[in-house]
């Protein structure tokens, strides 16, 4: 079984909006903050950027509801394109988004639904929404 998940909750810090071909891509970089103390007691900060990809309806949608500074979850899987630049073989890693929901802050009323939007992986393919909720078991 091959599996390649990933489930990133962040705020989003840059967001662009194009056509491919007549297939909406937006692309998002996400960011995960991590807060720690490190050995002396010293609060620390650490903070890793996901560069996100999301196509077709799933595309629209999160374009035209979240904003930069807005948080997210998103789910999907690790893609990793290598190229050549000056002589260096460079490794780029993407997370190509299947998913995503709103999450719910401490202040926001706890009886709001969540939503779960499912996309096709392939560009120009259709996206598909099911509720978060319905589970098979």
């Known amino acids: 079984i091959?599996?390649?998940?990933?489930?990133?909750?962040?705020?989003i810090g840059q967001k662009e909006r194009k056509d491919i071909?007549?297939?909406a891509l937006c692309k998002l970089s996400v960011a995960d903050t991590k807060k720690y103390k490190d050995k002396q007691g010293n609060k620390q900060e650490r903070t890793n950027w996901f560069q996100v990809s999301?196509?077709?309806n799933a595309a629209e949608t999160v374009d035209r509801y979240f904003n930069v500074g807005d948080p997210i979850t998103i789910t999907g899987e690790m893609e990793s394109r290598q190229f050549e630049q000056d002589g260096k073989k460079i490794t780029f890693w993407e997370?190509?988004?299947t998913g995503f929901d709103f999450p719910l802050s401490p202040a926001k009323d706890k009886g709001e639904a969540k939503q779960d939007v499912k996309q096709d992986?392939?560009?120009?393919?259709?996206?598909?929404?099911e509720?978060?909720?319905?589970?098979p078991f």
């Open 21 to 23: 071909n007549g297939t």
């Open 54 to 56: 999301y196509w077709g």
């Open 95 to 97: 997370l190509k988004a």
């Open 121 to 129: 992986t392939q560009p120009g393919h259709e996206a598909q929404t």
């Open 131 to 135: 509720p978060a909720n319905d589970l």
């Open 2 to 11: 091959k599996m390649n998940i990933i489930v990133v909750t962040g705020r």
